[in-house]
């Protein structure tokens, strides 16, 4: 089932339940999805483009807890993380550290990689094989603790 039509269908379930927060994340990222969509005009948005927009606002979510935490608000922590929860859920399955530092390990190899100036390089061949299922913070953390050890 393509993202937009499983947004709906969760959407619609929402109302019907009566669950307010779980609405509004979903019609948050309905009008994000909107908005990416008017900028890419007259090209068709992409499967890929939706997952960057539901992934940007995950990385929100995740910065805004932290804020939230530091200023000891703990009432929008709790609703910040119900959100970050709901958004997660259309995402695919993300990978482990130990499957990232096994990818990681091999692109290293095969691409020669020596110092910490081949972070780039190493970077970029990464995402391409993870394709969206690993988390690029984590991916960044990894790459730079082998490259400098």
Known sequence: MEI???LTLEMKEAMRS?????????????????????????TPISTEEILGVVKKLVKQRKESIEQYQTAQRQDLVDKESAELKILE?????QMGKE?????VGDVINEVNASSIKDMGTVMK????????????????????????A
Do not use: C, W, Y
């Not at 990222?29 to 890419?40: D, G």
């Not at 859920?89 to 399955?93: G, N, R």
């Not at 499957?99 to 990818?103: A, L, R, S, T, V």
């Not at 061949?125 to 400098?148: F, P």
């Open 4 to 6: 937009r039509e499983r």
């Open 18 to 42: 009566k669950n307010q927060l779980r609405l509004d994340a979903i019609r948050f990222l309905q009008a994000a999805i909107k908005n990416k969509e008017i900028e890419l005009r007259p």
């Open 89 to 93: 859920a259309f995402l695919p399955a």
């Open 99 to 103: 499957q990232i530092e096994k990818i």
């Open 125 to 148: 061949a990464v995402m391409t094989k993870t394709a969206g299922t690993a988390d690029n913070k984590l991916v960044s953390e990894i790459i730079r603790a082998k490259l400098q």
